[in-house]
């Protein structure tokens, strides 16, 4: 059974810092793996999308990569500002058409 | 296009009574799915589509139903409301991709239904 860790589940950084976040998953047989961004009390909002081919993805200061063999992708934010603060959730789709979600990493971002 | 589309935004329902949380599309999206939303438990998927007319289970489907009629609509049915289902429902869409082609395609979301059951 395919399982989604993301750690830390909270994290403070200060204004202006590059910041990696983590997601680890226990089955490497993924399709894809997609990283999302959650403000408090709303919706999901689709960050990147990274195929099982894909080593990385990038939109504007934001790179995701995927490790399938270690079973980890990286979120990582350049030069972070407090806009950025938020949950940021990661899925795998493993094929079966049953996305799993980590638990989150809520971030803030501090002027 | 308006994306993906929830009604209502929160509901207040009493133990044993029904309702149905709607969710439509204007993507012409073949995949679409419920999820529900609980605190330290991340989104956990309940029932899923990807058709009309086909439905499946998900990681907690007791106590939902759905039917996919058409592409745009998946509702999703609560029929005797209990505490336990007191959560924040969120409903997504995207393209389908065969198994077999090893791809995959962005999931979109909706705003979400807050619903607590008393």
């Known amino acids: 059974k395919q399982e989604v860790t993301q750690i830390p589940a909270a994290l403070s950084v200060p204004e202006g810092e590059n910041l990696v976040l983590n997601c680890s998953f226990t089955?490497?047989?993924?399709?894809?793996l997609q990283w999302f961004r959650q403000d408090p009390g709303k919706g999901l909002t689709s960050l990147l999308l990274?195929?099982?081919?894909?080593r990385e993805q990038t939109s504007g200061r934001l790179n995701a990569s995927l490790d399938k063999s270690s079973g980890r992708s990286t979120l990582y934010i350049a030069a972070s500002q407090p806009g950025d603060s938020a949950t940021y959730l990661c899925?795998?789709?493993?094929?079966?058409?049953?996305?799993?979600f980590g638990t989150g990493t809520r971030l803030k971002v501090l002027a | 296009n308006a994306g993906v589309t929830q009604t209502p935004k929160f509901q207040v329902l009493k133990t044993g009574q029904s309702m149905t949380l709607q969710c439509a599309q204007d993507?012409?999206?073949?995949?679409m799915s419920w999820y529900r939303q609980d605190p330290g438990m991340g989104l956990r998927l309940i029932h899923y589509?990807?058709?009309?007319?086909?439905?499946d289970q998900g990681e907690v489907p007791n106590g939902y139903n759905v039917s996919r009629s058409t592409t745009e609509d998946f509702p999703l049915r609560l029929l005797s409301a209990a505490p336990s289902q007191t959560s924040v429902y969120f409903c997504a869409s995207s393209y389908l991709t065969p198994p077999g082609q090893r791809a995959g395609n962005e999931q979109f979301f909706g705003p979400g239904t807050r619903l607590t059951v008393l």
């Open positions: 993507m012409n999206h073949e995949y």
């Open positions: 589509s990807v058709g009309a007319g086909i439905t």
């Open positions: 990274i195929q099982s081919s894909q």
């Open positions: 899925a795998v789709d493993s094929g079966t058409y049953k996305y799993i």
């Open positions: 089955d490497s047989a993924i399709y894809n």
